[in-house]
């Protein structure tokens, strides 16, 4: 029933900032426990960022100091902020809610092309 759309993905140049958008709807935002996974070709999916309803954050080895996670309640939104890109962070960025109980499926989105290249 849940939806997540993916936004702000796009090719840039190493070295410079760039900042996607997860819109939610149909579901219940604010408890959701949020993350942003990445996909490259012929690699897994692997968490980059996570950030829990109540506020914390965790971020994968590669992207601390780079990346940021933020969500603001209010738009039903979670932002990845990407500073200093570089091309091994060339992926496919999906969207993740997490829904408070275990027995419900976790929603996706359908993801969002990030391309570092000079």
């Known amino acids: 029933q849940g939806q997540l759309v993916e936004s702000g993905g796009g090719l840039v140049q190493p070295g410079e900032s760039l900042t996607l958008s997860c819109a939610a709807s149909?579901?219940?935002?604010?408890?959701?426990?949020m993350g942003w996974y990445r996909q490259a070709p012929g690699k897994q999916r692997e968490l980059v960022a996570a950030i829990t309803y109540t506020g914390r954050t965790t971020y994968a080895d590669s992207v601390k100091g780079r990346f940021t996670i933020s969500r603001d309640n209010s738009k039903s939104t979670v932002y990845l902020q990407m500073n200093s890109l570089k091309p091994d962070d060339t992926a496919v960025y999906y969207c993740n809610a997490e829904p408070p109980s275990p027995r419900d499926p976790d929603y996706w989105g359908q993801g969002t092309q990030v391309t570092v290249s000079s």
């Open positions: 149909r579901m219940f935002f604010s408890i959701y426990n």
